[in-house]
């Protein structure tokens, strides 16, 4: 959680590695993966960590090859 109540995770959806980093802000449950998707087959799988100027860390998964990799979002001016 950092000083703006913003406050990172994952949402599972029950089934196996279908669980999904989120984004809860201002009453919202965002998706990562909608805001950030990769072309490559990697799932934005987990958020661990959410600092006071919004970069996002961590944990992305892809089901074909069963890799795992770290990513870092920065926010983008609108």
């Known amino acids: 959680?950092?000083?703006?109540?913003?406050?990172?995770g994952h949402s599972s959806f029950g089934a196996l590695n279908t669980g999904h980093a989120v984004l809860f802000s201002k009453?919202?449950?965002?998706?990562?993966n909608d805001l950030a998707p990769y072309g490559d087959g990697f799932v934005h799988q987990e958020a661990?960590?959410?600092?006071?100027?919004?970069?996002?860390?961590g944990m992305s998964f892809n089901p074909?090859?069963?890799?795992?990799?770290?990513f870092l979002l920065l926010p983008v001016d609108d």
Request: proline residues 0%; without cysteine.
């Open 48 to 57: 661990t960590g959410i600092n006071d100027g919004g970069a996002i860390i």
């Open 1 to 8: 959680m950092n000083n703006h109540a913003e406050v990172v």
């Open 27 to 32: 009453g919202e449950v965002i998706d990562l």
């Open 64 to 70: 074909a090859t069963f890799g795992f990799r770290s």
